[in-house]
């Protein structure tokens, strides 16, 4: 029996989480206020089109870290990249 940590494909069995972290360029410290609202929003409206699971989110000031849960087949370079990809495209009206 597979318990509700162990997730189960028609091959296997798996259990993987990445701890992702990345910063702005130049470290700056430009994720605050509504960036960090916006920031957060679009990163759960991704990960749920990409089908990962976000368990855990932390943006600071000049850096962001994510807990992340996905498939075997999901690199975590390729999470990256659509995670920042799809953030960096998105324009952000700051009222």
């Known amino acids: 029996m597979v318990s509700k940590r162990w997730?189960?494909?028609?091959?296997?069995i798996y259990?993987?989480?990445y701890h992702l972290i990345w910063c702005p360029k130049y470290r700056r410290k430009v994720l605050i206020d509504d960036v960090e609202v916006k920031l957060k929003e679009l990163l759960y409206l991704k990960a749920s089109k990409i089908?990962?699971?976000?368990?855990?989110?932390?943006?600071?000031?000049?850096?962001?870290?994510l807990f992340v849960k996905a498939d075997p087949t999901a690199s975590p370079?390729?999470?990256?990249?659509?995670?920042?990809?799809?953030?960096s495209r998105v324009k952000i009206k700051i009222s």
């Open 15 to 17: 259990n993987i989480s």
């Open 51 to 65: 089908g990962i699971i976000i368990e855990e989110m932390e943006i600071m000031p000049d850096h962001v870290h």
């Open 77 to 87: 370079h390729w999470i990256v990249q659509q995670l920042k990809g799809y953030t």
């Open 7 to 12: 997730k189960c494909s028609n091959t296997c």
